[in-house]
């Protein structure tokens, strides 16, 4: 087996509406085709990734770096003992002669390309990604259904308290049990008639988790933890900057429900950072760090060997992004849940189109890889951008 070619395309994922810090007008994410000589019914076996839901493409990183470094690597250098791309093999190479820290872009355009050989290696064993950890990382275990929400709720002009349950309702419908929105870009009372509207809607505050994404400063967090604290969210995520740790610290000795923080952490020191001074709890606070934001598999495991050593379970874990990737990291490694973005940032944003959520649960198709080529419009993507005709 040996890797041909490798491209590279900034593939479009605007999406209407915008956070509390961000507008997503624009946005694209790098996604990443990895061409082999191994065919399947006539055509290349290709492996596929992309850098994740939520941040700006990396291309140029990507271009520039990581994909000559295995380009001009020796072909067999890149092979296990089974004459297959090792995916571990290829991280090293692709991450020689990097600096330690500065732990941004760089993470999601490694995240992007491990993420497409992971995809290149599940379909060379003919088999779902998902399958292939649980056999390499959990003695075989996999969990054939993984817990799922709904993440949206976003702010856009004219959108409104109904206009807001009608979204929620529509997820409903969907199959999902629990949801998330937004809060931070409107005033306090504005943001607490969104919340209770979607606790009317999901028939529970357990059912609605509420997500910052960093806005507030250590005063204004703790003015929404003192209104928040008598509605018994689901949990209350990134108050304030990632990387402000202290924060998190004097919120969570603040706020008793649940916290939820780590989509914006890229590196396993970063986590390992987090767990020692964020003041986060492993009784009820989750964990959110995504693979394809944060260098990949590779480094995950070191993430998830973090949370042991600070006697965490995996199961506190609910990745970010709403994607494919995160959803087999949930099922093979044991992770607690996932996020699904159903309504946003499509091609991407939710599951294969045949999965289908039933009471807030969702099952893995039993086809080889990640399944990206299971979402029509992201197919049909891929095709024309690499002008390869997906296996």
């Not at 209407?16 to 055509?43: E, H, Q, W, Y």
Request: hydrophobic share 40%; proline share 6%.
């Amino acid at each position: 087996m040996k890797i041909l070619n490798i491209l590279e395309k900034p593939l479009p994922i605007t999406s209407p509406g915008a956070n509390a810090m961000v507008d997503f007008s624009g946005l694209t994410t790098s996604a990443v085709a990895i061409v082999t000589d191994r065919t399947v019914g006539g055509r290349p076996l290709v492996g596929y990734g992309f850098g994740s839901i939520g941040r700006w493409s990396v291309g140029g990183i990507l271009r520039d770096r990581m994909i000559p470094r295995l380009m001009r690597a020796d072909p067999e250098a890149l092979l296990d003992e089974a004459g297959l791309v090792d995916p571990f093999r290829c991280w090293d190479v692709a991450m020689r002669n990097e600096k330690p820290g500065g732990h941004g872009d760089r993470a999601a355009a490694m995240g992007a390309l491990d993420m497409a050989l992971w995809d290149l290696r599940a379909k060379a064993e003919e088999r779902p990604l998902y399958r292939l950890l649980a056999d390499r990382f959990r003695e075989g275990e996999a969990d054939r259904e993984v817990a799922v929400y709904a993440a949206g709720g976003y702010y856009q002009p004219g959108k409104g308290t109904a206009a807001l349950e009608d979204e929620l309702k529509g997820y409903l419908d969907l199959g999902y049990r629990e949801v998330k929105i937004k809060i931070g870009a409107v005033p306090l009372a504005e943001d607490l008639a969104r919340i209770e509207a979607a606790i009317r809607v999901m028939g529970g505050g357990e059912r609605v988790a509420v997500d910052a994404n960093g806005r507030f400063d250590l005063a204004r967090a703790l003015e929404y933890a003192r209104a928040l604290a008598p509605l018994g969210l689901r949990w209350f995520e990134e108050a304030g900057d990632p990387l402000d740790y202290r924060l998190q610290a004097v919120l969570a000795e603040a706020y008793e429900g649940p916290l939820a923080t780590g989509e914006n952490l890229f590196s396993h020191q970063d986590a390992r950072n987090l767990l020692r001074y964020g003041g986060m709890r492993a009784d009820r606070d989750i964990l959110q760090f995504d693979c394809g934001l944060a260098y990949g598999l590779p480094d995950y495991l070191r993430t998830l060997e973090e949370l042991r050593l600070h006697g965490w379970s995996p199961r506190s874990i609910h990745p970010h992004g709403g994607h494919q990737m995160s959803l087999h990291l949930a099922a093979g490694l044991g992770l607690g849940g996932n996020e699904s973005y159903p309504g946003v940032f499509q091609p991407l944003g939710g599951f294969a189109d045949v999965s289908e959520v039933r009471e807030g649960r969702v099952t893995l198709p039993e086809v080889p890889g990640v399944g990206l080529e299971l979402k029509a419009g992201l197919r049909a993507w891929l095709a024309e951008a690499f002008e390869l005709a997906p296996a």
